[in-house]
């Protein structure tokens, strides 16, 4: 018989396990909590050497931001954001189910090749890309913008949803045939609904992705910026309150995106750890 780990050995376990994890945690929430605090303290109190934890607190640091331009700045990151799910979800969802369900020559170089898209910096290829959008009248607007981040998110989404769909039992598939089912409708019947968790996680990264990116929306925007180009163009170079509420309102809207999906992701690693 294997000897048992004695109650002290595994006590002091849990109690590291425990302080790994807390220390984890505090490291992650840190900024994001002093982000918070500091994009509402008042003037006085920031400034304040004997004041650790301010207990005075304002909004008027987000209206000066939002003044600044901010407001137009998130519409435009968020039709951004949206138009590249949509696109990356478009054109991703039948590749991906081609690559999980059907055999045919040149499968493999097909995924290299979509994952070689990753490969080239993005600084590389800035300088011909606003020349193109300039030709075709694609510059300074959010389309254009969406298009690009579409092209830096499909790859991912091509080889996470290949993952779901071929985690999918194909039985399920054939029975829904069997029972009259379309090729259509057992993909939207049946398909889907299994794979919904999977595509959530995939909708957030590509949010997170196209909302959180700043290089290619500097590049192609002038006046229509996104949020990140706009901070990054003008509000960086404003008072320090400013530059907490902008930290702020980049963090709040993907919170409030994973906070809705999150009951598709607690599925998803549910049937994972299945």
């Known amino acids: ?50 004041v650790i934890i301010p207990a005075l607190y304002t909004l008027d640091h987000v209206r000066k931001l939002l003044a600044l331009g901010a407001y137009s700045a998130i519409i435009n990151s968020v039709i951004v954001a949206v138009l590249t799910i949509v ?12 690559f999980a369900r059907y055999t045919f020559r040149g499968k493999d170089s097909l995924k290299l090749l979509i994952i070689s898209l990753r490969m080239f910096p993005i600084i590389v290829i800035a300088v011909p890309l606003v020349t193109l959008y300039i030709r075709i009248g694609l510059s300074d607007s959010p389309l ?17 949803t290949s993952s779901i769909f071929a985690g999918i039992p194909k039985d399920l598939e054939e029975a829904g045939l069997i029972f009259g089912l379309s090729r259509a409708g057992v993909f939207l019947r049946i398909t889907m609904p299994l794979a919904l968790p999977g595509l959530a996680a995939a909708a957030i990264f590509t949010f997170i992705m196209s909302w959180n990116e700043v290089f290619i929306a500097s590049v192609l925007t002038l006046t229509n910026r996104t949020l990140p180009a706009f901070i990054l163009t003008s509000a960086m170079a404003a008072t320090d309150f400013i530059k907490f509420a902008a930290s702020f309102i980049m963090v709040l809207p993907a919170m409030i995106f994973v906070f809705i999906a999150r009951k598709y ?9 299945r």
Do not use: N
């Open 144 to 160: 254009g913008v969406a298009l690009a981040h579409t092209a830096m998110a499909l790859p991912f989404v091509v080889l996470i």
């Open 265 to 273: 992701l607690i599925t998803m690693w549910g049937i994972t750890l």
């Open 87 to 98: 696109f990356s979800f478009a054109l991703g969802l039948p590749a991906g189910y081609a």
């Open 1 to 50: 018989m294997e000897a048992r780990p004695s109650p002290v050995k595994y006590l002091l376990l849990r109690v590291l396990i425990y302080a790994l994890v807390s220390i984890a945690v505090l490291w992650v929430l840190t900024p994001f909590a002093i982000s918070i605090m500091y994009a509402f303290v008042d003037p006085k109190q920031y400034y304040s050497k004997s």
